[in-house]
């Protein structure tokens, strides 16, 4: 998968995230979600391009909070 949309439910997740994914090669666009789900807070999105596992794996072992994720 080259292509992922994160879900956040704050900007300044989603921002400390397109940060960390930016520094590391990525290209990523913050999105707001215009339906968030219940649960989903402010409902903010990450569209990530690259290498999305490697970018992942980047969240979760600098513990950026997000509520979910689609592929495509």
Do not use: W
């Amino acid at each position: 998968m080259n292509r992922i949309t994160i879900k956040f439910s704050s900007i300044t997740h989603a921002m400390r995230a397109k940060e960390l994914i930016e520094n590391n090669g990525g290209n990523a666009i913050i999105r707001k979600n215009l339906n968030p789900q219940k649960g989903e807070g402010c409902g903010y999105s990450l569209v990530i391009k690259g290498n999305v596992n490697r970018f992942i794996n980047l969240l979760n072992i600098n513990k950026i909070k997000y509520t979910g994720f689609d592929y495509g």
